[in-house]
């Protein structure tokens, strides 16, 4: 499969560190929270200056609520276009999640359970928002910190089913499979054997942290050594694909955040990319 992203490595853009960004040289791409683009009007200088460079900018929806019951909302479908046109992006990515049911928004992504009715509700609001955008759509499966009873199908097989109804890429979270599996108990490699790896658009990588027994995928901590090794198993098994450093907050010194972006170069093979 022809990589929607150039191979290497990326970081999440957030107003809080678009000045560091400027002296990457190697940087590859970023993601930009979808919401958060202006559709009409200018978009914020770094941002202008980053895709003149010629990095890659792909809009990161948050709020479509994709596996939510009821039909996506047209407005936030809408934003998500609007942002990829915006930002001339190569695809736009959202989550394997719902948001909202009714008029109750969560605040938060909730996982869905892993049924055929589920699946069929998945695939219906996928297939409303890819008519409505010029490029493909890459689906996050999400750290969950709860599993619903009586599930139908495994996380692989959903995951799977989902992809191939829809003709979606998958953004796989390396991150997100260390927190599920280690407060599920299970191997995260394991996982790695069992999706599609040539549908990966590409991976992030992010912190977390230990709270009351469970391990909570924070974006505010720094990388752990088991999710580099991670991204290395992954690697392992297929051509490594674009990798992006999520952090959403407690940002480090501008030090400790490029030598975060160096180990995951290091652990997938890359080059460095900072200065």
């Known amino acids: 499969m022809t990589p929607m992203i150039e191979y290497g490595v990326g970081v999440g853009w957030r107003p809080e560190v678009a000045g560091l960004l400027a002296d990457l040289p190697g940087l590859r791409f970023a993601e930009v929270i979808a919401e958060s683009v202006p559709t009409a009007g200018a978009l914020p200088e770094s941002l202008t200056a980053l895709r003149e460079r010629g990095v890659s900018l792909v809009p990161h ?7 939510g019951a009821q039909p996506v909302d047209p407005a936030r479908v809408a934003q998500l276009a609007g942002a990829a046109r915006a930002l001339s992006a190569p695809l736009v990515s959202e989550h394997i999640a719902f ?7 969560a605040g938060h992504l909730l996982p869905l359970p892993r049924t055929r009715d589920a699946v069929d509700a998945m695939v219906a609001n996928v297939a409303r928002t890819q008519a409505e955008l010029d490029v493909p759509l890459a689906l996050e499966p999400i750290a969950a910190l709860f599993d619903w ?6 996380e ?7 992809l191939d109804r829809t003709g979606a890429l998958l953004l ?10 280690r407060n599920r108990g299970e191997d995260p490699v394991a996982l790695f054997d069992r999706l599609p790896l040539e549908r990966v658009a590409y991976a992030h990588v992010a912190g977390g942290a230990e709270h009351d027994g469970l391990y909570h995928d924070t974006h505010t901590d720094a990388v752990p050594a088991a999710v580099l090794e991670l991204v290395g198993e992954l690697c392992a098994r297929h ?37």
């Open 61 to 67: 929806g948050v709020k479509l609520s994709l596996g």
């Open 99 to 105: 948001v909202r049911a009714g008029d109750v928004e």
């Open 149 to 154: 009873p009586d599930d139908e199908l495994s």
């Open 156 to 162: 692989a097989d959903f995951i799977t089913e989902i």
């Open 172 to 181: 796989l979270d390396v991150a997100n499979v260390y927190a599920n599996a």
């Open 239 to 275: 051509r490594p694909p674009a990798l992006m450093l999520e952090r959403d907050g407690h940002y480090p010194p501008a030090v400790e955040l490029y030598a975060e972006l160096d180990a995951i170069a290091g652990a997938s093979g890359y080059p460095r990319i900072t200065p």
